[in-house]
C-alpha cells in the first residue's frame, strides 16, 4: 500500500492550494488521516488530521481558520485546503496514515507508520 500526495507547486502569498492524498491498493476505511509538513532546515511538524466520520478533526494552531482537512470516503480521497497561505507554509507536506485503528486523531510522528512520499509547496513573500 502506498501513499500518494499531490496539488503542491509555487504560489504567492496570500494565494491557496488544495491538496490531495490517495492511497494505493486499499481504502482509507476507518482509518483516521493525518497531514505533516517539513520546511527546509526543520524536523517534520502535524498540521492537521481527520477521522473518518468527520467526528475529530485537530489542526496546529498555525494554520487554524487558514487550512481545512476533508474526505472524500466514497473516491478514497483526502484534502487539505491551503488558504491565506504565507512564506512560513513553505514545506514538504506529507499525508500519514496511523498504526492505530480508532476513531481518534493522532498529532505525533510515532503515531504513524505508513506516509507518502510528499508534495512540495513554496509560498513567495
Known amino acids: 500500500v502506498q501513499l500518494q500526495a499531490s496539488g503542491g507547486g509555487l504560489v504567492q502569498a496570500g494565494d491557496s492550494l488544495r491538496l490531495s492524498c490517495t492511497a494505493s491498493?486499499?481504502?482509507?476505511?476507518?482509518?483516521?488521516v493525518g497531514w505533516f509538513r517539513r520546511a527546509p532546515g526543520k524536523e517534520r511538524e502535524f498540521v492537521a488530521a481527520?477521522?473518518?466520520?468527520?467526528?475529530?478533526?485537530s489542526y496546529v494552531d498555525s494554520v487554524k481558520g487558514r487550512f481545512t482537512i476533508s474526505r472524500d470516503n466514497a473516491e478514497n480521497t483526502i484534502h487539505l485546503q491551503m488558504n491565506s497561505l504565507k512564506a512560513e507554509d513553505t514545506a514538504v507536506y506529507f499525508c500519514a496514515v496511523p498504526r492505530y485503528y480508532s476513531s481518534g486523531v493522532y498529532s505525533q510522528e510515532k503515531d504513524y507508520n505508513l506516509w507518502g512520499q510528499g508534495t512540495e509547496v513554496t509560498v513567495s513573500s
Open positions: 491498493a486499499r481504502t482509507f476505511g476507518r482509518y483516521s
Open positions: 481527520i477521522n473518518w466520520s468527520y467526528g475529530v478533526i
